[in-house]
């Protein structure tokens, strides 16, 4: 899964089940798990299944559906400078993960150490000036938050290949509209390209 979808994933089974009421979640559920052998929180890890089952459930209701779930937690919006895609992040669980990553001086530093430019763990680490035990404790937890993914690889002379890593957004910004914090982020294009939950967003 990539990054963006790890990312979203972490908040999307709360809100489909906030949505789509008791009745339909379950139905849901149990087609799910004849079809895949799975529960609704693995399914939401894994969007292509979760779409294929609403799809077959609701046929063409459930692009209408989807983005009614999705557009609770983000939505896409061209930015009037250089005609660029931000994502607005409406969900509170990803906009917690976003501000506790930049809020964290290691976080942070890592994180812009990879802003554009894929690298090794030990680059970033030797960049950083971060001690190894606590600096891929940190990378670990970004990755696993879906802040970071894999982009390409390196090769070493006993071809072992050790992977590089890339920090999913560009910029961010940060305001407060009407008392609540709003976060926008502009993706890097392996983000947008990896995603399989963000095109459902753009259609």
């Known amino acids: 899964m990539s990054g963006v979808d790890n990312l979203e994933s972490?908040?999307?089974g709360t809100t489909i089940k906030d949505n789509l009421g008791e009745k339909t979640l379950q139905k849901i559920e149990k087609r799910l798990f004849?079809?895949?052998?799975i529960p609704l929180s693995q399914a939401v890890e894994d969007f292509p299944k979760l779409d294929s089952v609403i799809r077959e459930l609701f046929g063409l209701a459930a692009i209408?559906?989807?983005k009614t779930i999705l557009n609770?937690?983000?939505?896409l919006e061209k930015s009037k400078e250089m005609d660029k895609e931000w994502l607005t992040v409406k969900d509170q669980f990803l906009i917690r993960a976003i501000l506790e990553a930049l809020g964290n001086k290691e976080k942070k530093k890592i994180l812009t150490s990879m802003i554009n430019t894929p690298r090794l763990i030990i680059e970033i680490l030797d960049m950083c000036n971060v001690s190894?035990?606590?600096?891929?404790?940190?990378i670990d937890e970004l990755i696993r938050d879906g802040l970071l993914i894999e982009c390409g690889f390196m090769t070493t002379t006993d071809g072992r290949k050790i992977s590089k890593y890339l920090v999913i957004f560009k910029d961010v910004k940060k305001d407060?509209?009407?008392n609540k914090v709003v976060i926008k982020v502009k993706l890097c294009n392996e983000a947008l390209t990896a995603s399989n939950i963000v095109p459902l967003i753009r259609s």
């Open 72 to 75: 609770n937690i983000e939505a």
């Open 10 to 12: 972490k908040s999307a």
């Open 34 to 37: 004849e079809k895949y052998g």
């Open 176 to 178: 407060i509209i009407n």
């Open 132 to 138: 190894q035990n606590n600096g891929f404790k940190i």
């Open 64 to 66: 209408a559906l989807e």
